[in-house]
T-cell receptor
Framework: DTGVSQNPRHKITKRGQNVTFRCDPI?????LYWYRQTLGQGPEFLTY????????KSRLLSDRFSAERPKGSFSTLEIQRTEQGDSAMYLC?????????????FGDGTRLSIL | GNSVTQMEGPVTLSEEAFLTINCTYT??????LFWYVQYPGEGLQLLLK?????DKGSNKGFEATYRKETTSFHLEKGSVQVSDSAVYFC?????????FGAGTTVTVRA
């Protein structure tokens, strides 16, 4: 079990630039989730995929954010025209739908800093 | 909507002390409840879970019981160690997504 892998671990960029993060879920997991965590707060749900289908998006996910999961494997989260308020830790999690009540397993996150 | 409220920290304890972190929730229906832990420099790890009323989750000496009547899921450990120093998050799952509390930072001193 290699766990959920996220890249890069850290990203520093200037305001207005575009950034893309990648998440590789646990191989047998068909569900994939993105969360955002700001300092001193718990993670907040952004979006969720089952296989390649994006089934739910939070109102936190403005039109500058887009997530994809081509072929139902890895996922990318892109932020266009970054703003100071986008600075946060972006967490990816995965789970299996094979049996009920399977927990979500988290990656170590990508920390985004906007200069 | 769904929400989780947990005890504010930071909490500082001596080794072998008793730890309790309060967690209450608001949700429609019957959510599953979780405690996640984040050790320094590491990602979120599932500590324990409970999926229905009166279930007790336990792991690494930690326990929490799903109390539907008080909408609570308090975390307890009878004798903490320095290695338990971490941030603890209470969470509920409804409609497949997790809602987290703000986290409680626990520091255990030798």
């Amino acid at each position: 079990d290699t766990g959920v892998s996220q890249n890069p671990r850290h990203k520093i960029t200037k305001r207005g630039q575009n950034v893309t993060f990648r998440c590789d879920p646990i191989s047998e997991h068909n569900r994939l989730y993105w969360y955002r965590q700001t300092l001193g707060q718990g993670p907040e749900f952004l979006t969720y995929f089952q296989n390649e289908a994006q089934l739910e998006k939070s109102r936190l996910l403005s039109d500058r954010f887009s997530a994809e999961r081509p072929k139902g494997s890895f996922s990318t989260l892109e932020i266009q025209r970054t703003e100071q308020g986008d600075s946060a830790m972006y967490l990816c999690a995965s789970s299996s739908s094979s049996t009920s009540n399977q927990p979500q397993h988290f990656g170590d996150g990508t920390r985004l800093s906007i200069l | 909507g769904n929400s989780v409220t947990q005890m504010e920290g930071p909490v500082t304890l001596s080794e072998e002390a008793f730890l309790t972190i309060n967690c209450t929730y608001t949700a429609t229906g019957y959510p599953s409840l979780f405690w996640y832990v984040q050790y320094p420099g590491e990602g979120l790890q599932l500590l324990l879970k409970a999926t229905k009323a009166d279930d007790k989750g336990s792991n690494k000496g930690f326990e929490a019981t799903y109390r539907k009547e008080t909408t609570s899921f308090h975390l307890e450990k009878g004798s903490v160690q320095v290695s338990d120093s971490a941030v603890y998050f209470c969470a509920l799952r409804s409609d497949r997504k997790l809602s987290f509390g703000a986290g409680t930072t626990v520091t255990v001193r030798a």
